[in-house]
């Protein structure tokens, strides 16, 4: 089983839609969650830490359920610049973070 | 800040060669990651290093890769031999406090 599980999709939304995402996890003691945007041919960049209480920030929320060991990416009234591969990430061992193979999201107009 | 600076962007070489690969950490981070992505296998660590010294090197796929970070604002990948399967996007990343890392541009290697 991998560490870190995604849906690749594609997800195809139109504008101004409605999103989520989920992924899962395998190591129960993970202890910092986040996620990642990378656009084409471009370096991931931190998009959002994922808090056990949930977080917002304007039209993204992240929620996290350590219990069935997800974290969930909402995004709401989405715009033709989300469109990119949003990774779904783990701490490991000290510093370490294990990325899963991302979720590719493209927002039709 | 500069951000995280890799040279070179892309290289393109024959199998059997030698590659270097060149990362400047952001001023002030502490530690230093390097990552390989490709489509099968996504992001995956190679080797990190905490002021200077290499802490996990589990990630390194065999012998033909190796690190070094001989100062706080310089570290090299090379690969020697290269061979076709190495060809991929290498992402040198640094941090000053736990998790949250900062990318580098990449190196687009081509291994023919």
């Known amino acids: 089983r991998k560490e870190v599980e995604q849906d690749p999709g594609p997800f195809n939304v139109p504008e101004g839609a409605t999103v989520a995402f989920n992924c899962t996890y395998s190591n129960s003691a993970s202890q910092s969650f986040f996620w990642y945007r990378q656009d084409c041919r471009k370096e991931p960049k931190l998009l959002m830490s994922?808090?056990?209480s949930g977080n917002e920030d304007g039209r993204f929320t992240a929620q996290l359920n350590r219990a069935s060991q997800y974290i969930s990416l909402l995004i709401r009234d989405s715009k033709l610049s989300d469109s990119a591969t949003y990774l779904c990430?783990?701490?490991?061992?000290?510093?370490?973070?294990?990325f899963g193979t991302g979720t590719r999201l493209t927002i039709i107009p | 800040d500069a951000g995280v600076i890799q040279s070179p962007r892309h290289e393109v070489t024959e199998m059997g060669q030698e590659v270097t690969l060149r990362c400047k950490p952001i001023s002030g981070h502490n530690s230093l990651f390097w990552y390989r992505q490709t489509m099968m296998r996504g992001l995956e660590l190679l080797i990190y290093f905490n002021n200077n010294v290499p802490i996990d090197d589990s990630g390194m796929p065999e012998d033909r890769f190796s690190a070094k970070m001989p100062n706080a604002s310089f570290s090299t990948l090379k690969i020697q031999p290269s061979e076709p399967r190495d060809s991929a996007v290498y992402f040198c990343?640094?941090?000053?406090?736990?998790?949250?890392?900062?990318f580098g541009p990449g190196t687009r290697l081509t291994v023919t």
């Open positions: 990343a640094s941090s000053s406090f736990a998790y949250e890392q900062y």
């Open positions: 990430v783990v701490n490991g061992r000290n510093e370490k973070l294990t």
């Open positions: 994922v808090y056990s």
